[in-house]
T-cell receptor, first 110, second 111 residues
Framework: EAQVTQNPRYLITVTGKKLTVTCSQN?????MSWYRQDPGLGLRQIYY???????DKGDVPEGYKVSRKEKRNFPLILESPSPNQTSLYFC?????????FGPGTRLTVL | GEDVEQSLFLSVREGDSSVINCTYT??????LYWYKQEPGAGLQLLTY?????DMKQDQRLTVLLNKKDKHLSLRIADTQTGDSAIYFC???????????FGSGTRLQVQP
């Protein structure tokens, strides 16, 4: 079954404690991306990756890092989380015309 | 930059048709999408349309695209309570693979 998986699904942490949200896809897609969803703002792209070792900033990259060492995985790293990064995060991978989303990770930073 | 706008809320009675509207600004948009998000869930791709099409129908869903006015609509026939969700319009072009999302329309279906 084609899918995008994320872990963890829920996370509560404290300001400044580094965390990583993992993302994995089994469709051999080259393009992957991270979005955050906030009330009234829809989804905004954080970072994207066109292929292995190729990453670039999206619309709201501040406070985030990513890596793409292998095609299937695209982790999102928060080196020093802050309360304004409390949000719902979605990983996605894209074929030619369709984007598949993971189930989401709800992050709360206290 | 690119912008996608939707109304925030729509309420309909069960059995009626729902029409959710979306406008976008990017004239180079190639793909236009409708996603559904149920409470606590991720985004489910409902349907998409290429910019060279005017209409696409898929069972109870009808997508209409007015490229001149940059207006996209999603019509849900015979709306059911299970259709209650947030519906997101999104667009992208072939060069920019990121999707630009609207803020979502919350559809409430009353029994």
């Amino acid at each position: 079954e084609a899918q995008v998986t994320q872990n963890p699904r829920y996370l509560i942490t404290v300001t400044g404690k580094k965390l990583t949200v993992t993302c994995s896809q089994n469709m051999n897609h080259e393009y992957m991306s991270w979005y955050r969803q906030d009330p009234g703002l829809g989804l905004r792209q954080i970072y994207y990756s066109m292929n292995v070792e190729v990453t670039d900033k999206g619309d709201v990259p501040e406070g985030y890092k990513v890596s793409r060492k292998e095609k299937r995985n695209f982790p999102l790293i928060l080196e020093s989380p802050s309360p304004n990064q409390t949000s719902l995060y979605f990983c996605a991978s894209r074929s030619t015309d369709t984007q598949y989303f993971g189930p989401g990770t709800r992050l709360t930073v206290l | 930059g690119e912008d996608v706008e939707q109304s925030l809320f729509l309420s309909v009675r069960e059995g009626d048709s729902s029409v959710i509207n979306c406008t976008y600004t990017d004239s180079s948009s190639t793909y236009l999408y409708w996603y559904k998000q149920e409470p606590g869930a991720g985004l489910q791709l409902l349907t998409y349309i290429f910019s060279n099409m005017d209409m696409k129908q898929d069972q109870r869903l009808t997508v209409l695209l007015n490229k001149k006015d940059k207006h996209l609509s999603l019509r849900i026939a015979d709306t059911q309570t299970g259709d209650s969700a947030i519906y997101f319009c999104a667009e992208s072009d072939t060069g920019r693979r990121a999707l630009t999302f609207g803020s979502g329309t919350r559809l409430q279906v009353q029994p």
